[in-house]
């Protein structure tokens, strides 16, 4: 079985739900991405691809990587043919990340945002242990509508963010921390365990989630009148 | 320390994010309850009480429990002074929910909405173990903006749900199941591990939390230009 | 071999330790605590009982029981015979407990730091998804060289408590929550992962051994040149 | 003690209950294995390996090797001597793999058959997440009296063929995914929750035991008056 | 929301799927089970009912309970209206278990195919560490084209079983034992790591799922040529 | 975003909580570290950098790795400019090592109190399993006020150390060993069981919390009249 | 079937094993504890029942119950028809527990010896956070070829035990405790990862398995020559 | 501090317990383990090295490294001194592997019993899923008062023997096996659940443990009288 017959993809997702289609690139072989890579090619199909990382990047057929707009931090790359875009939405999303450390899955959540037309607010290392940092943007915060919140280790920061905003909050638990960290288990169970009300969760460094959540909430908001 | 010292009511919250004051009865004492109860009425200000099982709920102080709108179900209780109401929310929110066990989740958030206002459209007993039961429910369930799915064991009913319409899931894994279901755990990492993208995730059984999203997702949708 | 044969009670521990003799009770017989009190009365030793049980205390030998100064919410008990005590330490520990639900915990480090001549400033109900009410305390707190955080749940408080004072931090992780929470678990596990650095950890619902733990520190304190 | 004397091969094993000898070569050394090798080379017995890596593989002795048809997608070789073989079974066992990722297990399941005289049904990429992909293959499907249905993360699909089926389904869950896919623990309790009745379960990854089970069940079909 | 509009019955499985409607009472109130009886008597379609304990059983109505055969070991209840059945198939199931705590699992799977119209072959106690009862029964076991090997502790018995018989071997992880046992999930992952090949694997307890996918086998029996 | 912009460095730490400012270098890239180093370099503020191991070390820009005191033990580097220091602080804290294995961070929580001024006595290889060698150093363990004690696998160590000594009781529970010692979790969890009285547990391996903890001690003893 | 066809009793392992017949009542109802004494009654045959507890024992048909020799403490009974024993074998098995909560699985130990005709040393209340208890004892110790050692929590007496003394030390994990102590789960894999050498272990809160394993050593050492 | 420095060798172990000196190199550096040798060597005191992986064996000095005697299977060194050995004690215990891939703590205890004077009796691959291999060696095994038996994935050899010899039966656990072996876990919590009486159980993998339990028994059976 060759490795294109092994796919199945989405061409109409993008109209259905507004999310453009993405590959996991985490568990596929170089043979597998470069085959999903030549069909969407051939057809100029836009393409997101998560969890590239930098060896299987490097090893992709170098016309196809040419064509990739890769970013390490986050591990994805953008495949796009239209050369003009819409105006990205901005105001809307903000992504707020804990530590330094969370920089991978915050910038994917980034990514993710911008592949699909949405360009957030970004505010780095503002975990509560030092909680000026965190006070210091909260106005700015509570104007976003949809918040977007990457913290590890014990991941406090989703719940702080939660008690002092209105909007929709999704955390994101990260994998930074070890030992009782987990791998990001304790961060992930702290989030659902949140005291603060209405707190939805993601999977552990899972920020193309959040982001494709946040894509969902402005796509569903357009049904709810104001 | 008597009981009412030990609390800090946020009268507040309803302005602040437009979810009222509730509290969590499951590891309260009963006076706990009573003093909590006391503190609203003697302000007058409403409160929504959740995990108030049967045998609390007999125990507490019968002036204070005629004045409770009670169900068993769900486990929640409403103190509510007005006894006129807003026209409520229709057609923004639906519960959907696997299975006939699933009913005490379900429930709370269907409670939840309506003590914040909002009555969501209710489907019971439609998991995937019989896809043509989901199947036709899909148009009802694609024109609502928000929906909660709502299930246990294996929890393959958010996936399905988010693969099949555009709006904003908030999946509820519940504690329905046993032995390799783990009390929910099961339900739980397999909703987290969706491959439906942006279905977002609240606690096991946690049909409060995942109405209290809906509602900051309808609220901040008014932040959002249509 | 009857119950009294069963122990090896330790009538020094005060004096080589600073902690009077304690018995944990959750997993003996009311046969091995009556002959546990019955050997402590004949030498009028003064000693603590904790994890004592509503049931359990009610089945003592009434002698017994009626020498007992009992407190079902932190299911402590004093044994003591000294009618006159010290002037208790005062303004040296703080307990600070996120919720109502933690009060079981909390009022047990406080018992603990009463039956060994300490009393603690006590703080309920101050968790960080309403963060103005730990703002409002964090003056008083920062006067405390030594505070106990007793929170469940996602546990959040102690690394924001760690992280806006300068002394001595033992968190204790309670049971309160559900699901995710998981028994305790991930409470613990957020504490121990904590971001605030040097805040110290002790067992699920161990208020008992935080006491301890603070006085120990006080103890210790005498030995170093200030 | 050296390799050969390590061994205790079974060559009655395909009499006995039908399925060849296999070794599973994950943790044995490349000089047990080649031990193996020369042992069945003598007799001319044919043999599966399983497990057998890229790195493995080519440390073997070259002439051992060359006597191998080897797949690295699923890490399997076969060693067979007869040059003529039965006509495969067809149209009897069906494999489906919910993504692209999961080509390692459905592909051993595959070989295993294929080494065993049986050539299944192969269908890719259909998860839940789409469900239509799945729709359009069930009349195909329903013809199968055995489907091996391969999937990871929340494994949604053995569940929803096993409703729509009535064939026999083994169900293969896979460590594809990541944080709450806990390596495949996720997709392992969900299959054995499933909420779809007399769906059956193997190992985490376990294309080959479901190959096994497939042909206990044709070879136990014989005994069954139809 | 009544408690019959909390089920969606599916009254066309066994033509479906040749095993008849059941309903898993463990997590169902006795107002939900009175009503999911009522729905099926008026139709006169016959129920299995499974984890319906001894004191749900007590609570139901009185007409609709007296309509029931009850067995208290498995836990089960039958509705039956055919006062004719067809002659049971025989020979063709055996039911192995290895203790005599198992005989709970071990008769649930034996009424659900007595149920189904199945009368299988009852060995109990027959654990491997004391191997000559097994072995005693060996040839005998070796006849039955399907067994369900029902096993908790260390659940040996399959993995014994399985290599000793050439037929489809179901095996049913049980929560006997205590500590390592961990309500059965030793088990069920030993028998999931069974090294006897081709061993399939039901939920922990699971007597039910393991008689269905019997059923299945035996309906799939009749498309596979002899 | 630049990796500058990804930090949020807290200049003030020292002054406010007496630790010097730390950054943790685990799951932080070569580029980010370098951009903290420049930053702290900038204005020649002291820094403590953790878990850096050897090929990140190798890998920063050669000036600012010139500038760091690094120990690949314990995988810390100083950055410090001030020549003339404070004499340090001894016979105040103690570090105890179970094992020759439990090095790395034993020496990290001695390294971090050295940067902070603090000259621990360091004790290794004094496990419970040879008794006579922890016995023969009691005395002078019983002369500090503060005892970090560190040990693997069963970790036996700190509830020995709390039972003879009175001083404060830092545990800090390690990776060492394999198998049942669960990468650090049996020693974490055997700590917080600790059947001494007081002793405080650390997160698996973290000698550096533990040195924080003993220096807000060390602070805290300050406030307290002896 | 009724209950006595659910047993296979085994009544030549005292003659195979030198370890009586025992069963196991956990798990059992009334109806097969009852079957299995009328069997064994029936042939005179002594049992050991473990496991059974109070109330079981209480609802036995009364003339079986008073044939029993019944101990609350350890929940054993002995069924026995000889009245003249040989002379118990005296100083071979030390029990040794760490705390009184420790006295069921110790009593268990204790019992089944006594039930096999071994009278052990029996020492109480020696855990190692009050190390002089043990330290009295160790002469005592020393002269006992095998020494089961029983705790719970973190379980350090085994370990210290298996330094201190040159014979067969068994342990046996408790599951006394609360929270961080998992039931035993920690005691367990402490033994299991203790630093003492040739320290084996049973399955928590299992003093009849540490017993019947020094009754094994006993037999054994006949084989050896001294 | 020099890697000497954190050392406390016990050359009296031999004499004490019967068992050599042995060191466990895992998670110690090269440079640790050459000290430990360099000490031994200049007192020309025997040592067992275990957990030396063949990367720090070829790391370790020339001249030290020429000294020692090095199996790769099992990962140990012997470095011995004394020419003249004792004759090795036979027929005593008996080293039994379920598979080929146990070689490596089968050896492992093979290894340490000779290094300490006993030479066992060595079985390898009679796993239980061909159970024919095993009952043709138990003749064999009876004849041995010890019998070590080592077996991963679902680890049914150890109740088996268990079950047909009367001798101590120590079971070692192996982490042979994927996906619901977990890394040895199962083996493990199987083991310790074995329905066989008296069985009992080492760590994961450790055969070095295994071995030390079988000299304790030996040397403790010269106290018994026979």
Redesign the interface.
Known sequence: ?NAA????L?YG?DK????GE?I?C????VA?INA?LEMVVARRHPMLLT?LNVDSHAELTADLRDMLDYDP?SRTAFLRFDTECDEPVRD?VAVV?????D?GPA?EAVRTLNFNGVDPT?I????????W?LLDRVDDLSR???IIAVAG????LP??V???V?????AVPT????????G???????????????????????G?????????????????P?
Chains 1, 2, 3, 4, 5, 6, 7, 8 share one sequence.
């Open positions: 079985m017959d092994q796919f199945n989405d997702r259905r739900q507004g999310i993405a996991f985490a568990q596929k072989s597998q999903a969890h931090v809307m990340a804990a530590g330094t450390s920089a910038m970004v780095f290392d503002v975990g509560v242990a030092g909680l940092r976003h509508p949809i280790m014990d991941a406090a719940t702080v939660g008690g002092l209105p909007g929709a909050v999704i994998s930074t921390g070890y030992g009782a960290a987990r990001g288990d304790t961060a992930l169970h702290a989030c659902l365990s949140s005291c603060a009300s209405g707190v939805v969760v993601c999977n552990i460094d899972n193309y989630g959040a982001a494709c959540a946040a894509l969902r909430i402005l796509k569903a908001s357009r049904q709810i104001s």
